[in-house]
T-cell receptor, first 117, second 110 residues
Framework: GAVVSQHPSRVICKSGTSVKIECRSL??????MFWYRQFPKQSLMLMAT?????????EQGVEKDKFLINHASLTLSTLTVTSAHPEDSSFYIC?????????????FGPGTRLTVT | TQLLEQSPQFLSIQEGENLTVYCNSS?????LQWYRQEPGEGPVLLVT?????EVKKLKRLTFQFGDARKDSSLHITAAQTGDTGLYLC??????????FGDGTTLTVKP
């Protein structure tokens, strides 16, 4: 149980275009999903907390107009990187916190490797 | 800011050796999680500890939560090459966001 998927797993886009990444909890409902960014050999950097039916809460330094988050249902959150630039190239990972059960735990998706050329 | 410091940052050992990874903070956490991440994949939850002084075992892995719930350790006995990966600790205060440590990159050589 507690499986989270991400799509796509890898994406290459041209500078200036937008890319949407989906995060789905496959076998549980999640009111809260988190979006992280990770650079090679480094830890996870929280970008935003996404709550179903409400606006996302962004961490300091993260541009909300550039990283659009939509959490339309209890099993789906999307992250759209708008007007992508090469410096946005990174590994993006989402996680989901189950609606029921342990309130502290979160389950991670497999990540999306974004390369902006 | 709640900071979690992990040590060591990098660890390279031979198969069969034992190792301990530490996760320390000046803040008290409601719970602490340990994750293991392989390159190109998302972190996988290993354990959650919530009670001060708690010890949990997962095969060759032993996790301990400090009495004051500010620190934790992960001990691996007789490491195997399959244990290679990035180990992350994460502390939570209530049901809010978690604070992640900087990670420990473990390499187990055959």
């Amino acid at each position: 149980g507690a499986v989270v998927s991400q799509h796509p797993s890898r994406v290459i886009c041209k500078s200036g275009t937008s890319v949407k990444i989906e995060c789905r909890s496959l076998d549980f409902q999640a009111t809260t999903m988190f979006w992280y960014r990770q650079f090679p050999k480094q830890s996870l950097m929280l970008m935003a907390t996404s709550n179903e039916g409400s606006k996302a809460t962004y961490e300091q330094g993260v541009e909300k107009d550039k990283f659009l988050i939509n959490h339309a249902s209890l099993t789906l959150s999307t992250l759209t990187v708008t007007s992508a630039h090469p410096e946005d190239s990174s590994f993006y990972i989402c996680s989901a916190r189950p609606l029921t059960g342990d309130p502290y735990e979160q389950y991670f998706g497999p990540g999306t490797r974004l390369t902006v050329t | 800011t709640q900071l979690l410091e992990q040590s060591p940052q990098f660890l390279s050992i031979q198969e069969g050796e034992n190792l301990t990874v530490y996760c320390n903070s000046s803040s008290v956490f409601s719970s602490l999680q340990w994750y293991r991440q392989e390159p190109g994949e998302g972190p996988v939850l290993l354990v959650t500890v919530v009670t001060g002084g708690e010890v949990k075992k997962l095969k060759r892995l032993t996790f301990q939560f400090g009495d004051a719930r500010k620190d934790s350790s992960l001990h691996i006995t007789a490491a195997q090459t399959g244990d290679t990966g990035l180990y992350l600790c994460a502390g939570a205060r209530g049901a809010g966001k978690s604070t992640f440590g900087d990670g420990t990159t473990l390499t187990v050589k055959p």
